[in-house]
Every structure is written in structure tokens, then in C-alpha cells.
């Protein structure tokens, strides 16, 4: 590691010990970190985002030795899980112990934690010694970022320290799977599917059951641009440009392997983890185009999809929402 990078990390984590939050990469989505163990650090999050309260936060620890720190019960299933995917983008939701804050798990009684695989996370995590709390560094519902400056564009001075880790790898937000209850349950899909946890934990439960927590990024409206966006199979997505053109909209595509004639926009490639990887991205930039409609081009529906069209689908319910909307 340079000197320049054991200063950033000392600066960071010394900012991190002062109570303040800092922006920090992970191989998912760029996080805003705070010490999870300080309420007030914690609260200094929420309000950069413009978060809900009661919205729970994902705790980033250094390795599944810190488990017993955060989580009150640790069945098996976690520590199977936690070997076979950690570091990496798996979240495990668990029963907390007593000195998790209520600002971190939203009053509930269970937490999420999570080792990122990411090496300055994981720097950073090591010197600081502790969790971090780290949600996405965007305001709350928006389109999540991947590189520092996504960070940087979204909140400028509000947040000083922004570690630049590069791309993130995967570019979408963990796998969340809930072991605080009986029944395994996928939370929210990631790239880490639940093919993937069921050969190592057996049958696993996908979506929310009557008696689930709430977990991050699962509201209906998430990840959205502010302009309008509609999600259609090609066909109709060049007859609805054709028609908004036609009506003097200016209408930006985001499409697979290759754009229609004559049209502007971004184009992601027909397979799964790398359109993951670009989807933040490519968002991003055609929000930015000033476009009256945003038109996505539908991915292919099978399991490997599954992760990407979670965060498609929520960002169109939520696109084109007032940000003062509750």
C-alpha cells in the first residue's frame, strides 16, 4: 500500500473515531460510512440522505469473527454463509444484541451485517476496529453510485472524505438473506443468487414473509432517476420513442447490445453481471440528459436477471418523484 493510501485510510478512520461520515467504496455500491456504534454519527447519515428513521442500515464489519459483537443469536446457517461468501456482496440479517443502537436497525430487534470485498474497505474496517453503518452514498430513493464521483456530484462538501476505490465491481447492492426467523428468506436478490445460498444452506424463501424485517433497498420506489422512466420490451420500446419523438419529447434509451437508429442513449450488454455493473452508471448518465422520458429496454426475465430487474422495476415506480416526496 503507497504512503498516499496509508494516509487517506489514517484520515478517514480518524474521522470515522470523530463521529463523522465519510465516503467509502465497496465492490457493490459506494457507501456513506459512520461508526455504528455512535448514535449520533449514525443520525448524521440519515440526514444526509434524507433517509426515513425507521429505514434499517446494513453494518459493515472487518470478518465473521465480529459477528458475536453485533448479533445476539449466530444459527449455523450463518456461519456457513459467512465462509463460503464473505468477504463479498451477501448481507445477513440477525438477531441483535443489546448494544446495537436503535438508529441502525430502525427499532427493530434484528441488524444486517455484512464483510465487503473490497481492499479499502477492508483497510479501513481493520484500522478503524469497529462497524460501519454504510448505506449508498445517494439521497434517499436515488440512483445508487459506483464511482467516487457519483459521491462527490451527489453531495460535494456535505461529505469531505470520499476514499476512491475505482469502479465498483459488481455495481448493485448485496444479496440480503433473513436468518432471524424460522424460514431463510431472501430479502432483496443481489449476485449472489439463491442457487448460490441453497447449495450451501439448503431451501431458502424468496421474498418477504407476514413476520419479516424491514431490510435496506426493499421499498417499492428505490434506486430512480429523476426523469420519467418506462421499462418495455424492444418492439415497444422503439414504437413508444417513435411516438414521444413524434410529439417533440426528447427520449433517452438504455438498451441491450445496441441502440435503434437514430436514437440517444446508453447501451448495456445481454448478460447478466455486466449489465449489474453498468446499470448504476448508464442511469446516471442518461438522467442527466435533461431527456423528458428515460426508455428501458426489458432484460431477459430468467434467474440470472433476477437481481437486475428487482432494481429496474423499483426504479420505475419511483422515477420522476418529487425528492421532497415522503
Keep these: 500500500m503507497s504512503t498516499s493510501n496509508e494516509t487517506r485510510i489514517d484520515d478517514a478512520v480518524a474521522a470515522l473515531r470523530r463521529g463523522e461520515v465519510i465516503g ?3 465492490e457493490t455500491v459506494y457507501g456513506l460510512a459512520a461508526d455504528a456504534s455512535q448514535p449520533a454519527a449514525v443520525a448524521k447519515i440519515f440526514a444526509l440522505k434524507g433517509r426515513p428513521a425507521d429505514h434499517p442500515l446494513i453494518v459493515h464489519i472487518a470478518d465473521a469473527d465480529a459477528l458475536p459483537m453485533w448479533a445476539a443469536t449466530i444459527p449455523p446457517a450463518a456461519r456457513q454463509l459467512a465462509q463460503a461468501f464473505w468477504p463479498g456482496p451477501l448481507t445477513l440479517i440477525l438477531q441483535r444484541t443489546a448494544h446495537v443502537p436503535d438508529t441502525v436497525t430502525g427499532g427493530q430487534d434484528t441488524v444486517g451485517l455484512r464483510c465487503p470485498a473490497h481492499p479499502l474497505a477492508l483497510q479501513v474496517l481493520r484500522a478503524f476496529g469497529g462497524g460501519l453503518a454504510a448505506p449508498s452514498a445517494n439521497r434517499f430513493g436515488r440512483i445508487s453510485p459506483t464511482t467516487a464521483a457519483h459521491v462527490r456530484d451527489e453531495f460535494g462538501a456535505g ?3 470520499v476514499l476512491d476505490g475505482g469502479d465498483c465491481a459488481v455495481g448493485i447492492e448485496s444479496t440480503i438473506v433473513d436468518l432471524s426467523g424460522d424460514t431463510p428468506r431472501i430479502l ?4 449472489i443468487s439463491q442457487a448460490q445460498i441453497e447449495a450451501v444452506i439448503g431451501p431458502v424463501a424468496l421474498g418477504s414473509g407476514v413476520h419479516s424485517p424491514r431490510a435496506s433497498g426493499t421499498l417499492e420506489a428505490h434506486y ?3 426523469t420519467p422512466m418506462l421499462m418495455l420490451p ?4 422503439e414504437n413508444e420513442a417513435q411516438q414521444q419523438r413524434a410529439l417533440g419529447k426528447r427520449v433517452a434509451l438504455l438498451a441491450l447490445d445496441a441502440l435503434p437508429a437514430d436514437s440517444e442513449g446508453e447501451i448495456l450488454p445481454n448478460e447478466a453481471t455486466a449489465y449489474a455493473h453498468g446499470l448504476y452508471a448508464a442511469l446516471r448518465t442518461l438522467d442527466a440528459l435533461g431527456a423528458n422520458l428515460l426508455l428501458v429496454e426489458r432484460p431477459p426475465e430468467h434467474g440470472d436477471w ?9 426504479a420505475t415506480v419511483g422515477a420522476g418523484a418529487d425528492d421532497d416526496a415522503p
Excluded at 424492444?234 to 420500446?237: H, I, K, N, P, V
Design 24 to 26: 467509502l467504496p465497496t
Design 159 to 161: 461529505v469531505p472524505i
Design 188 to 191: 432483496r436478490p443481489g449476485m
Design 224 to 226: 430512480a432517476p429523476r
Design 234 to 237: 424492444r418492439a415497444a420500446l
Design 306 to 314: 433476477l437481481a437486475v430487474h428487482d432494481r429496474l422495476r423499483r
